[in-house]
């Protein structure tokens, strides 16, 4: 199969930017098809170092690191705020465009995936007549292809229930989840004595909650991701600031528990795979994908009330490490590739017989069976 892959304009497609989820779906979407086999070309801005058949820049890196002036790799801008980075998004629009053109071949042989909108969105837009322009990973709200992978059921049933009536094209809304290099995480089963938040400091994404659940069980909570701290500072927490890939490791592996307490409904909340990857239970709400995402009582806790929450804290060692790593071995890139190769196939298909193409080469339906965890 062959695969262009869009990067994102406010980043550079490398782990060093692991604080940005989209980021790190456009890393691990090349390596996961690449290791598959398949043809993947990367357009992104210069600098970036994606595992992948062709690496096409479609800026400098003067004309983005002008624009997108990061005090490092472990803290991301989004903000298209200033007429230089509007100016700067239409470059990457443009650009992006004219090389997909050049690149392709006049037949629909060609699955285009957009992690993200703004000026991807716009030169996907203008190829989609000749190639399969798929957004996917979709984890936000006003997504717009005829083709969609959305990240959970929860947000595939929140885009659904917004858009009204089920209509045919919605065959091709798969879900399939974030994927993961297994690689990224140790696993450790001995943990220290700390609690984790590791995310956004937004009100949204429940902070106040975990510095309140930790100071209540008397646990030591470090938190760590952009944002500003000041309105969580405690005597019981520790702020250690955005983390890079090494950081991030060692928090998640040696934590007792990740605390997800988000009060939206979470499209998926990636750092609780990547806790149980590192063999760490997980407390969160009870709500959004963290219904798909953890095994209440296997790989951690789903809460509804402080007494829930508080519960959890006091049982966390119930929870079995290698439960959670095996578990979290449903999203590495191996098994999530498989479902996007099933996907491709299915929009392959179109081009003949559509929704009733047979494959005489069926032998499973495996794409969307998970391995479960043995509990005693």
Same mark, same amino acid.
């Given at each position: 199969?062959?695969?262009?892959?869009?990067?994102?304009?406010?980043?550079?497609?490398?782990?060093?930017?692991?604080?940005?989820?989209?980021?790190?779906?456009?890393?691990?979407?090349?390596?996961?098809?690449?290791?598959?086999?398949?043809? &993947?070309?990367?357009?992104?801005?210069?600098?970036?170092?994606?595992?992948?058949?062709?690496?096409?820049? &479609?800026?400098?890196?003067? @004309?983005?690191?002008?624009?997108?002036?990061?005090?490092?790799?472990?803290?991301?801008?989004?903000?298209?705020?200033?007429?230089?980075?509007?100016?700067?998004?239409?470059?990457?629009?443009?650009?992006?465009?004219?090389?997909?053109?050049?690149?392709?071949?006049?037949?629909?042989?060609?699955?285009?995936?957009?992690?993200?909108?703004?000026?991807?969105?716009?030169?996907?837009?203008?190829?989609?007549?000749?190639?399969?322009?798929?957004?996917?990973?979709?984890?936000?709200?006003?997504?717009?292809?005829?083709?969609?992978?959305?990240?959970?059921?929860?947000?595939?049933?929140?885009?659904?229930?917004?858009?009204?009536?089920?209509?045919? @094209?919605?065959?091709?809304?798969?879900?399939?989840?974030?994927?993961?290099?297994?690689?990224?995480?140790?696993?450790?089963?001995?943990?220290?004595?700390?609690?984790?938040?590791?995310?956004?400091?937004?009100?949204?994404?429940?902070?106040?909650?975990?510095?309140?659940?930790?100071?209540?069980?008397?646990?030591?909570?470090?938190?760590?991701? @952009?944002?500003?701290?000041?309105?969580?500072?405690?005597?019981?927490?520790?702020?250690?600031?955005?983390?890079?890939?090494?950081?991030?490791?060692?928090?998640?592996?040696?934590?007792?528990?990740?605390?997800?307490?988000?009060?939206?409904?979470?499209?998926?909340?990636? &750092?609780?795979?990547?806790?149980?990857?590192?063999?760490?239970?997980?407390?969160?709400?009870?709500?959004?994908?963290?219904?798909?995402?953890?095994?209440?009582?296997?790989?951690?806790?789903?809460?509804?009330?402080?007494?829930?929450?508080?519960?959890?804290?006091?049982?966390?060692?119930?929870?079995?490490?290698?439960?959670?790593?095996?578990?979290?071995?449903?999203?590495?890139?191996?098994?999530?590739?498989?479902?996007?190769?099933?996907?491709?196939?299915?929009?392959?298909?179109?081009?003949?017989?559509?929704?009733?193409?047979?494959?005489?080469?069926?032998?499973?339906?495996?794409?969307?069976?998970?391995?479960?965890?043995?509990?005693?």
């Amino acid at each position: 199969m062959r695969v262009f892959v869009l990067g994102l304009p406010h980043t550079l497609t490398t782990p060093r930017f692991c604080s940005c989820a989209y980021t790190m779906k456009v890393w691990n979407l090349c390596r996961m098809l690449i290791d598959r086999g398949h043809e &993947v070309i990367h357009f992104g801005n210069e600098g970036s170092d994606p595992v992948c058949s062709e690496n096409v820049a &479609v800026t400098s890196h003067e @004309q983005w690191s002008a624009v997108y002036q990061h005090p490092g790799t472990k803290y991301f801008d989004i903000a298209v705020d200033t007429p230089a980075k509007e100016a700067f998004h239409r470059h990457f629009a443009e650009s992006l465009e004219r090389e997909m053109r050049a690149r392709l071949t006049g037949t629909l042989d060609t699955v285009v995936c957009v992690p993200w909108g703004g000026p991807q969105r716009e030169a996907a837009v203008n190829i989609a007549s000749s190639a399969f322009v798929v957004e996917s990973g979709i984890g936000y709200l006003h997504s717009w292809a005829e083709f969609r992978v959305f990240e959970s059921y929860a947000w595939l049933h929140t885009t659904l229930g917004k858009e009204g009536l089920f209509q045919g @094209q919605k065959w091709y809304w798969p879900v399939i989840p974030n994927a993961y290099d297994v690689s990224m995480f140790s696993f450790r089963a001995k943990k220290d004595d700390y609690f984790l938040y590791l995310g956004r400091l937004t009100l949204d994404k429940g902070v106040s909650l975990a510095v309140d659940l930790t100071r209540r069980t008397g646990r030591r909570l470090i938190m760590a991701g @952009q944002g500003d701290p000041a309105p969580y500072r405690a005597d019981h927490v520790e702020y250690v600031g955005p983390v890079g890939v090494e950081e991030r490791r060692e928090l998640l592996s040696h934590a007792a528990a990740l605390i997800c307490p988000t009060y939206y409904v979470e499209p998926f909340g990636g &750092v609780n795979v990547e806790a149980q990857l590192s063999g760490t239970p997980v407390i969160a709400t009870d709500y959004g994908a963290f219904t798909e995402t953890v095994l209440h009582g296997i790989t951690g806790y789903r809460c509804r009330t402080m007494e829930q929450f508080e519960y959890a804290a006091r049982h966390i060692d119930a929870i079995d490490p290698h439960a959670c790593r095996t578990w979290a071995m449903n999203y590495s890139l191996e098994r999530v590739g498989k479902m996007y190769e099933e996907y491709f196939q299915m929009l392959f298909d179109l081009a003949g017989e559509g929704f009733y193409a047979s494959r005489a080469e069926r032998r499973d339906l495996d794409w969307l069976r998970p391995r479960l965890p043995v509990v005693p």
